[in-house]
């Protein structure tokens, strides 16, 4: 979901939230109405996580991060928000609502610690921010979200016991690292053989197949796992309680960061932006790899996904009705620097 052009991610977001929806109920109607096909769906996800990861992977464009190279303060300000001050937040909230779920609460964190590397750029572009600096945060935010979540699980998820970090190590390596090679390879192997302009219409196909994949996933746990699911339903408002908390304490975050680094508004837009989504996406594949047979973790991936899209549409228009009244402090910048 990486290659669309900023001004087609955001319908690419709105579809990725309508396709969960759809394929939250028809899997657990699946799952409660045929227990049999709802159970053999669960059991057959290998294929669709593969089909997910190898489109995320393929979609990745490293050449940008030659092309911002200038803007290394922004970025140093977006990566320690987004893997110390946003994880301890995330950590924070978890506990603080979900300690007595464990199994949530690890779902929850995994999603609060990882930052999105797809839709939030459609979003920065509706709000007027620099959204060619945000291409080169992509590979970034994927590169030390799959290196720091072995840490993470470790640090923040002490309730799923011990986990051994080799086979983590292992994991990683067989379903990311080797299919992020492949998918790569295939990147700029086609992108050489086929011409830019050509290329470009296999990146836009990968995207816009990826929101149905991520679907078809869903709809595979909730079918294979409604059961589960349902038992724990009555928490779910809680869970839903914690990620409104979260997404009110990162955006002060995002505000204080800004206003604290003088930042100019589409740098500040951007920063809001990349700080505000999450990429449940591939944490829900890794997740899967891991964690295997844990399905309210799964859940409560889903769950953040089904929150964040309102949340950016509305945080959107609050920054818009920033840049016409901007504060103090960034007004003062900005006379300064003229």
Known sequence: MLTLSSRDRLPAATLTSSLLVMAIIIGAL???????????????????????????????????????AGNLRFIAIAVVANFIFVPLIGYGVA??????????????????????????????????????????????NMALQLLLYPFYLQWFTPHTGAIDPQLI?????????????????????????????????????????????????VLQIFAGNIASILAHRYV????????????????????????????????????TMTIAARNAPLMLAVTMTVLPGQPLIYAALVMGMLVEFPHLT?????????????????????RNSG
């Open 30 to 68: 699946l799952g409660h109405f045929a227990p049999d096909r709802g159970q053999w769906l669960g059991d057959n996800v290998d294929t669709t996580l593969l089909t997910m990861i190898g489109l995320l992977f393929f979609s990745v464009r490293l050449d940008v991060l030659a092309q911002q």
């Open 95 to 140: 506990s603080l609502f979900m300690a007595a779920h464990p199994l949530l609460m690890v779902g929850l964190v995994i999603y609060f610690v990882s930052p999105c590397t797809d839709w939030f750029l459609g979003f920065t572009r509706l709000a007027g921010g620099n959204v060619a600096l945000g291409m080169a945060l992509i590979p970034i």
């Open 169 to 217: 190590a292992t994991t990683l390596l067989h379903w990311f690292l080797l299919p992020a090679i492949a998918a790569l390879t295939l990147h700029y192997t086609l992108r050489f053989m086929l011409g830019e302009q050509r290329f470009e219409q296999c990146l836009t196909f990968a995207d816009r197949a990826t929101p149905w994949v991520i679907a078809l996933l």
């Open 236 to 271: 779910f408002a809680w869970l839903l309680l914690s990620v409104f908390v979260f997404f009110v304490l990162t955006f002060l975050l995002s505000e204080a960061l800004s206003r604290g680094c003088c930042l100019d508004y589409p740098e500040h837009a951007l920063l």
């Open 314 to 334: 509305l945080l959107r228009r609050v920054l818009i009705v920033l840049e016409r009244h901007p504060y103090p402090s960034r007004w003062l910048h900005r």
